[in-house]
């Protein structure tokens, strides 16, 4: 298995441009959840959802950003407009639970967006 | 909602000694623990998790121990090696459930000595 796909790797935008970060999870998982990583902060859970449905977005800053999962293979996380604060890495993760969506996450290797 | 603190947020230890992260935690109902690690440039990995039944797991080098009564939970590796050198996380939940989340630490840099 390939393991959770991030795209791209690195993202370089100018301020108030729109930024779209993507995910394929692994096959079969039913859970995927979208985090933030910075210094200050360190890991911060923006939104999860269980079989495509969206379950908790309380961690999402801002109206600025939305996630959305069209289907079981792919998730969006979206951030219209940027601002620098935003700049941070950014991970999508995982997990086969259907009715356990805290147990056993995979990360992707992350996507590290910079804001100028 | 709950609260995980962890400590130290650096460590250095030399090749083949122990080493220790400790982690508290705020909510009693809490009853699922595991550690990540990450290595430089990647997302965080899964290396081991216990249960609140359980008051000791290991796997090799590597083990894990739960004081329920105090809220603390610690990672110890032994016999360390110039891999085990990364960033390792606790984290903490309230079981299984579809509305239970992880709430991480702060993080420990570990720096393996050679």
């Known amino acids: 298995d390939a393991g959770v796909i991030q795209s791209p790797r690195h993202e370089v935008t100018e301020m108030g441009q729109e930024v779209t970060l993507r995910c394929k999870p692994i096959?079969?998982?039913?859970?995927l959840f979208w985090y933030r990583q910075t210094m200050m902060r360190g890991l911060e859970l923006l939104i999860y959802?269980?079989?495509?449905?969206?379950?908790?977005d309380s961690g999402m800053p801002e109206d600025r950003f939305s996630a959305k999962m069209p289907n079981a293979s792919f998730s969006t996380l979206k951030i219209q407009p940027s601002e620098p604060r935003d700049s941070a890495v950014y991970f999508c993760a995982s997990s086969p639970g259907l009715f356990a969506t805290n147990e056993k996450l995979f990360f992707g290797s992350g996507t590290q967006l910079s804001v100028l | 909602g709950e609260n995980v603190e962890q400590h130290p947020s650096t460590l250095s230890v030399q090749e083949g000694d122990s080493a220790v992260i400790k982690c508290t935690y705020s909510d009693s109902a809490s009853n699922y623990f595991p550690w990540y690690k990450q290595e430089l440039g990647k997302g965080p990995q899964l290396i081991i998790d216990?249960?609140?039944?359980?008051g000791e797991k290991k796997d090799q080098r590597i083990a894990v121990t739960l004081n329920k009564t105090a809220k603390h939970f610690s990672l110890h590796i032994t016999e360390t090696q110039p891999e085990d050198s990364a960033v390792y996380f606790c984290?903490?939940?309230?079981?299984?459930?579809?509305?239970?989340?992880?709430?991480f630490g702060t993080g420990t840099r570990l720096t393996i000595i050679p």
């Open positions: 984290a903490a939940s309230k079981g299984r459930g579809v509305d239970e989340k992880l709430t």
């Open positions: 096959s079969g998982h039913n859970s």
């Open positions: 959802f269980n079989n495509n449905v969206p379950i908790d």
């Open positions: 216990i249960r609140s039944n359980v």
